[in-house]
């Protein structure tokens, strides 16, 4: 049986017509402040992005797009002004920053209940105790999939590949909470194959084209494709090699149109979450 996709695009824009409905009832509209810092064209595509995502959920926003030689005082300066600003519920910084700035240094001075992409480790921490505040992003975005399609991640064993501060970790956290029995891959896991193959969900975040062959993909897995890879004819793809991965999964997501747009969803949510708090909601 053929598997079912998950459309990452239409749980989106469902999430985000949700979040404007919640936001419009706000006495204050939800803000956002958005910290660009030089001029990586990738960056760029997501700062738009994001800047169109609050333009549709009637958020206020601010782009702040600096130079590649902002000195970190000034960056520092910056995040302590919007810290301070009672219109800006969530501070997102742009990563990666320049070489030259401590890109920790930044997370750590963003205000924990502004903190919409939940890299403080404050947030971290809360999420680790099972008791998050906000959740990140992308696998946050994952969770949200799982529900919609009504996938309980309880009793499942779960790999996840990567472990990144951004992806892996939290992604394994989530499935925790979430009563999964979870294996975290990373690049010095010997027969990663194998466990891959194991897995009732397999949730790959690692950055390599081709990575998850179907032999990997145990028949009925649920398949999430977090990755956001060029391949050689510059096209946007994930880790998994999506045809023979759909030939024997029960569920795959699709790249593009899958976890990508949820993480957007994501930050959306969590700037409405800020907006409640600031507002003693
Ligand atoms: P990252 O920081 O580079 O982490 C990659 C992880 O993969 C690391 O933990 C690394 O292991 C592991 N790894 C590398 N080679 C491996 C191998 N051969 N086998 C198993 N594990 C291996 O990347 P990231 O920020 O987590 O992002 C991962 C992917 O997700 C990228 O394609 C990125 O573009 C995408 N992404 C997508 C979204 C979205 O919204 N869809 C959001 C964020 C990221 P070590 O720790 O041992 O080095």
Redesign the pocket.
């Known amino acids: 049986m053929a598997a079912t996709i998950i459309d990452g695009k239409a749980l989106a824009a469902k999430t985000k017509e949700n979040v404007r409905a919640e936001a419009e009832k706000l006495s204050r509209k939800p803000g956002l402040a958005v910290v660009l810092v030089g001029d990586d064209p990738a960056s760029r595509v997501y700062v738009n992005g994001k800047k169109r995502d609050c333009e549709e959920c009637g958020f206020y926003s601010e782009e702040y797009a600096l130079p590649a030689d902002t000195t970190q005082e000034a960056l520092l300066a910056l995040v302590t002004e919007l810290n301070g600003r009672e219109d800006i519920d969530g501070i997102l910084v742009q990563l990666p920053l320049p070489k030259g700035l401590n890109e920790k240094e930044v997370l750590l001075s963003i205000d924990p209940s502004k903190d919409v992409d939940c890299f403080h480790p404050f947030n971290v921490g809360q999420l680790t105790i099972g008791e998050p505040v906000y959740q990140p992003c992308?696998p946050g975005g994952v969770m949200e999939m799982l529900r919609e399609y009504h996938i309980d991640p309880a009793g499942k064993r779960c790999v996840v590949?990567?472990?990144?501060n951004?992806?892996?970790k939290p992604m394994g956290m989530l499935l925790l909470h979430a009563n999964g029995t979870v294996v975290t891959?990373?690049?010095?896991?010997p027969d990663?194959a194998a466990l891959a193959a194991s897995a009732d969900i397999l949730v790959s975040?690692?950055?390599?084209t081709g990575?998850v062959t179907g032999d990997m993909v145990k028949e009925g897995a649920v398949v999430i494709d977090?990755?956001?890879?060029r391949n050689e004819a510059g096209k946007l793809c994930g880790d998994v090699c999506y045809e023979e991965a759909a030939a024997r999964a029960s569920y795959i997501t699709p790249v593009p149109g899958g976890?990508?747009p949820m993480?957007r969803a994501m930050l959306m949510k969590n700037t409405l979450k800020a907006a409640k708090l600031h507002q003693g909601l």
């Open positions: 992308t590949l990567g472990r990144s951004i992806v892996g891959c990373h690049s010095k896991t990663m975040a690692v950055g390599k990575l977090v990755a956001m890879n976890v990508g993480t």
